[in-house]
């Protein structure tokens, strides 16, 4: 939101001056993000004359200009390729050693075809003055050739921009602005003209509204007015703050809107056929717009309609064969309420940002709706002449009324400020509240029509606190418990923090990736829940909640693999999807990696990556994260997305702690991805917490002065039977004296049968009280081989 300083003290008597003015806007919640001086960057820049003006010698589009700068000097010549270059013209010229605001440029004397050209005659772009750059400026034939352009054009007034919070509809217009600082004591408001206009003639246009999406219209139709330029202090107005005059009637429009934050619209009467509804969009229907594009219209938006059809969309924009040309000398003018939830997703839909939907979308007054087209009235009269036809009206002004009950104690106990019960009143009513005391001390208060975004007793006392200052609440400190704080940190943000150290540390690449993706990619992962599908999309490939953060990765290292980056492993620590609801989320460390795990090298054999490798990445997020690794289980009997005989679970009990394996072939023909990739999953969220033990605390590390003893074993099994069954099976045998337990050779084939295998054992004994004799060594291999025999049904090998 941008206001000149003038502009905000036409509303504002004050003489405070401009730095205290900032300060006090930012302390009110409407933060200053900038005070534009453009004087001084226009400071070079003069009112210059074309004496004449020929055509290049070697070039069609350009022009051979000689200009009159006003130094009492010779013309200068000047080469300019704009198409409105001529001679009579008065310009904005800008010598040679200045810079352009828009491009950073410095103006050199130079020769364009073999002309030699001095300094440059500006559009409005190159000013950063609006976004025309059709053209040079041409200002008016009394302009004084040599003197100041920012001077002459009104340009040496601050410009103030203003950040607004979606709340604070009330100060998209100047006023509204003025309004707050009058109530910090920054000034007084001065009152507003709302003097009616009388109707001199019964409108031939009348209106009517058929959706709920536009409970209140107003109209006025205008006749013999004069449709020209709009004066220079209206012009100058407009300009300073980016926008660009167009004709007498659309910059009151626009006027009225910045000024007191009420959009208006205003039609060629002589263009429409029969009278105004307002309705729902129909199939098929479409709009060329004021901006030159054509929109398709459904039966969500309300539009602006007469007997041919649409005419502009409701709170939007208007429709170009119905907008106001110079040759206008009817009008219809139009003051409207819109739902902010349909003007914002109209907006959104198509693409269009106006001033009006800004407005709109964030809800006007609603009393202002008759006192803006006043507003306007007035203007049209004074500079377009004619006749001003009565009000029209549709619909009625919806209940807005609501009275809200103020304790001025409860500003002591939610600010810490103990004010003055009569200035919280002369607050609020300066806000625009009426207040009624009761016998008890309490206040009726009713916030005004335009402050929809009070709603209770807390609003009413951040209202206070914001007008007289957040800096006058006090430093409290908070009470503690005890002398030393709490940990910031809990076990699910310490798991994450473990878990990204893990996987780095493992040489995986930290990446971050969207927490959506498409409905197609989401159902190779399992199908999405109705309710993760996303209602308004950033994109159309990002439909719906992540329900892995496996797709993502997977897609990550094919586009790095499509790059010649086909060797890479990736991570990400986030959050998957099941449920909409609160507990239907995990935490997920999740990676994969894709290519070589081994690149080719003299010293070492070439290896792809294999479910092992994605295998040793989920033992190391698990272990890193506390869950007690020893006691894990393996099954085969991971989700579809893993190739279903080299893929595995990871359990603890009968809770499921991660997925690991190799990538499902046809997923990576889906995602359009060249193997092999292998992935893993670890929920975080599942990882049990450590058990609390109390006693003595037992050492990290137990030496032991005797020699440990190392035995193999071969057991012959079922092909069936994985190996962790056996080494489970041989670490229960004797959990005092069996410290390690390792699989060293598998073997299928000749000696051992048909459906079976040979499993190679290496069993480490660690004695801690004395060596072990051989009738004790051969007592604990009875044990481990009866252990084994009874969990798998196998036997030793001979």
């Not at 408001?189 to 109707?199: E, I, N, Q, S, T």
Request: a negative charge.
């Amino acid at each position: 939101m941008k206001f000149t300083l003038s502009w905000l003290k036409e509303h504002l008597e004050t003489d405070a001056p401009l730095d205290e003015i900032s300060r006090r806007l930012t302390m009110l919640g409407l933060e200053v993000e900038g005070i534009e001086d453009r004087a001084k960057a226009l400071a070079p820049f003069r009112i210059a004359h074309v004496v004449s003006a020929e055509k290049h010698p070697d070039a069609d589009k350009l022009r051979v200009c000689m200009v009159d700068t006003g130094d009492g000097g010779a013309p200068l010549q000047v080469v300019c390729g704009a198409p409105n270059a001529r001679a009579g013209i008065k310009v904005c010229f800008a010598p040679v050693g200045t810079t352009v605001p828009a491009s950073g440029m410095v103006l050199k004397k130079g020769v364009i075809r073999g002309v030699e050209s001095n300094g440059m005659m500006c559009s409005e772009r190159e000013l950063e003055l609006s976004d025309e750059h059709n053209g040079i400026i041409e200002l008016p034939e009394d302009a004084p050739v040599g003197a100041s352009f920012a001077d002459y054009m009104g340009l040496g007034d601050p410009v103030i921009d203003i950040a607004l919070t979606p709340d604070r509809a009330d100060c998209a217009g100047v006023r509204g602005v003025a309004r707050d600082l009058a109530a910090a004591g920054l000034g007084t408001l001065k009152p507003l003209a709302a003097d009616p206009v009388p109707g001199t003639f019964p409108s031939p246009i009348t209106v009517t509204t058929e959706t709920p999406g536009c409970p209140y219209y107003v109209g006025r139709s205008f006749r013999g007015v004069t449709n020209g330029p709009s004066p220079k202090w209206l012009q100058d107005k407009l300009r300073a703050i980016g926008l660009r005059p167009i004709s007498a009637l659309v910059d009151i429009t626009n006027l009225v809107t910045f000024d007191v934050a009420r959009p208006l619209h205003a039609f060629d009467a002589g263009k429409v056929t029969g009278n105004i509804v307002v309705r729902m969009g129909r199939e098929g229907e479409s709009l060329k717009a004021l901006n030159g594009k054509e929109y398709a219209i459904d039966d969500t938006m309300v539009v602006i309609a007469d007997g041919a059809g649409p005419e502009a969309l409701g709170g939007i924009i208007g429709g170009e064969p119905s907008g106001c040309t110079e040759e206008t000398t009817a009008v219809f003018l139009e003051a409207a309420l819109f739902d902010p939830l349909r003007v914002a997703s109209t907006g959104r839909r198509l693409g269009i940002d106006s001033d009006a939907r800004y407005r709109l979308e964030r809800g006007v007054d609603p009393e202002a709706v008759v006192a803006g087209i006043e507003m306007a009235s007035r203007l049209i009269l004074e500079l377009c002449g004619g006749e001003a036809s009565e009000l029209v009206f549709a619909g009625a002004v919806p209940e807005w009324r609501r009275t809200i009950t103020l304790r001025p104690t409860r500003l002591k106990a939610l600010g810490g400020i103990d004010l003055p019960v009569a200035d919280q009143v002369r607050i609020l009513s300066d806000l625009g509240c009426t207040l009624t005391e009761s016998a008890d001390g309490t206040f009726a208060v009713v916030p005004p029509s335009w402050r929809a975004d009070i709603h209770g007793e807390a609003d009413l006392v951040e209202e206070i606190l914001r007008v007289h200052g957040y800096d006058a609440i006090p430093t409290t400190p908070m009470d503690r418990a005890g002398t030393v704080t709490k940990p910031a940190v809990d076990a699910r943000q310490r798991r994450t923090v473990t878990a990204r150290r893990a996987l780095a540390a493992r040489g995986l690449s930290e990446a971050v990736t969207w927490s959506f993706l498409s409905t197609e990619v989401a159902g190779l992962f399992g199908a999405a829940h109705d309710g993760l599908v996303l209602v308004n999309p950033i994109s159309s490939d990002l439909t719906v909640m992540r329900p892995s953060v496996l797709p993502n990765l997977i897609q990550a290292a094919g586009r790095n693999s499509d790059r010649g980056f086909a060797d890479v492993g990736l991570f990400e620590v986030g959050p998957a999807y099941r449920t909409p609801e609160p507990d239907g989320q995990d935490q997920i460390a999740g990676g994969v990696r894709a290519g070589k795990a081994v690149p080719r090298h003299w010293a070492e054999k070439e290896r792809a990556v294999d479910a092992y490798d994605a295998k040793a990445d989920a033992l190391a997020v698990l272990e890193a994260a506390g869950a007690p690794a020893g006691n894990l289980q393996i099954t085969t009997d991971a989700p579809g997305w893993y190739h279903p005989g080299r893929s595995g679970t990871l359990r603890l009990g009968p809770t499921v702690l991660g997925w690991f394996g190799e990538v499902h072939p046809s997923i990576l023909e889906s995602l359009k991805v060249k193997g092999p990739v292998v992935a893993f999953e670890v929920f975080l969220d599942k990882v049990p917490a450590p058990k609390k033990k109390g006693g003595t605390a037992k050492p990290l590390l137990t030496l032991s002065a005797f020699q440990p003893v190392e035995r193999d074993f071969a057991f012959v099994v079922d092909r069936g039977v994985e190996a962790d069954r056996i080494v489970r099976a041989v670490k229960g045998a004797d959990k005092a004296l069996i410290t390690g337990v390792g699989v060293f050779d598998i073997y299928e084939g000749t000696g051992v049968g048909e459906g079976r295998k040979s499993v190679g054992i290496n069993v480490t004994l660690q004695p801690t009280a004395a060596t072990l004799t051989e009738p004790e060594i051969d007592a604990i291999g009875q044990k481990i081989v009866a252990a084994v025999v009874k969990a798998t049904g196998g036997s030793l090998r001979a």
